[in-house]
T-cell receptor
């Protein structure tokens, strides 16, 4: 039973356009959400996070939106750059605890020059 | 180096053999985590060490899996009597306390059990 789902295994976007990566979750106890970026042969790196008390968090070109009623979060990257090409994982946690950190299966983003 | 390192980077073993995977966390990070990622799946939590507290082993899939952390630094994940379903990428991460935003991952060990 996957509690965190990323239903799109891949996404291609033209350079300069917006990339939207989606993530759905089922556990209503999740209250902290994170996005990670992973390049080949490297471990995931933390990108941006959001607490359940917010519905939006922005950091430069990256914005995460949280819709608690729909149990849905999304990561927007604008403008997209070729260096953004990587696998993006969303993750969810209970009480911000790493012990309860649950990851999605990832979306491969390819930004075309 | 300044990051989390893991060894070996790749390991091929025969079913039934024991394997040891090593993790060197970032110096000063008190928390250390092990995850695994099977093909097509997200990262799965295995075990968590925090300082001198008893580790949280709630994610270990069976008693064939064990981990230790010596001197609050290096950690070893041991899988006994490996099975084909143990094939996965095993990732280690460390962080300052339990702050997930300071969590850094190693490059992983790709384990293949034949």
């Amino acid at each position: 039973d996957q509690q965190v789902k990323q239903n799109s295994p891949s996404l291609s976007v033209q350079e300069g356009r917006i990339s939207i990566l989606n993530c759905d979750y089922t556990n209503s106890m999740f209250d902290y959400f994170l996005w990670y970026k992973k390049y080949p042969a490297e471990g995931p790196t933390f990108l941006i996070s959001i607490s359940s008390i917010k519905d939006k968090n922005e950091d430069g070109r990256f914005t995460v939106f949280l819709n608690k009623s729909a149990k849905h979060l999304s990561l927007h990257i604008v403008p997209s750059q070729p260096g953004d090409s990587a696998v993006y994982f969303c993750a969810a946690s209970v009480y911000g605890s790493a012990r309860q950190l649950t990851f999605g299966s990832g979306t491969q983003l390819t930004v075309l020059p | 180096g300044a990051g989390v390192s893991q060894s070996p980077s790749n390991k091929v073993t025969e079913k039934g053999k024991d394997v040891e995977l090593r993790c060197d966390p970032i110096s000063g990070h008190t928390a250390l985590y092990w995850y695994r990622q099977s093909l097509g799946q997200g990262l799965e939590f295995l075990i968590y060490f925090q300082g001198n507290s008893a580790p949280d082993k709630s994610g270990l899939p069976s008693d064939r899996f064990s981990a230790e952390r010596t001197g609050g630094s290096v950690s070893t994940l041991t899988i006994q009597r490996t099975q084909q379903e143990d094939s996965a990428v095993y990732l280690c991460a460390s962080s300052l306390g339990g702050d997930l935003k300071t969590q850094y991952f190693g490059p992983g060990t790709r384990l293949l059990v034949l």
